[in-house]
């Protein structure tokens, strides 16, 4: 943790780190639950039923989970910056790849599978230079 109490990353949404912070706040709860859903899915958007039923939400079941949890979202991703979004009915995530340590590792995967695919070594390489940390599970010590 930095001087101010602030988990320095480079990434906006950091899920990867103990603890997973946004803009170097910590985060947890249903905030954490919204954003780490949202972060993980290919889609553009996800619904209410799709958030609802997702396995973190399962701890706080219920029609108005995501609303509560989205009003519960640090200010910065509520206004201004418009973070997260309602989309029809649901919600998506407006971070570039880069901005989200989980989004930047899956894009930087899947271009270096492609660039291996591809025999673009070098390319490889740099991808995988600049990889988010994952921390690993401490269970099976």
């Known amino acids: 943790m930095g001087e101010n109490g602030l988990v320095t990353s ?3 949404l950091a899920l990867l780190t103990e603890p997973p912070t946004w803009q ?3 985060l947890s709860g249903r905030s954490l639950d919204l954003l780490a859903v949202l972060a993980g899915s290919q ?3 996800v619904s209410d039923g799709a958030l609802i039923e997702a396995p973190v ?3 706080r079941p219920g029609p108005a989970a995501a609303g509560a949890a989205r009003r519960r ?3 910065a991703c509520r206004r201004g910056e418009g ?3 309602r989309s029809g009915d649901g919600y998506r995530l407006e971070l570039a790849e880069a901005e989200a340590d989980v989004r930047d590792l899956s894009y930087r995967a899947e271009r270096a599978r492609a660039c291996a695919a591809a025999g673009q070594w070098e390319q490889v390489l ?3 230079d600049r990889l988010p940390q994952v921390p690993c599970s401490r269970r099976g010590r």
Do not use: F, H, I, Q
């Open 10 to 12: 480079p990434y906006r």
């Open 126 to 128: 740099d991808l995988t």
């Open 73 to 75: 979202l640090p200010a």
């Open 57 to 59: 939400a399962r701890r």
């Open 24 to 26: 170097g706040r910590p």
């Open 83 to 85: 973070v997260v979004e």
């Open 43 to 45: 889609d553009a958007r």
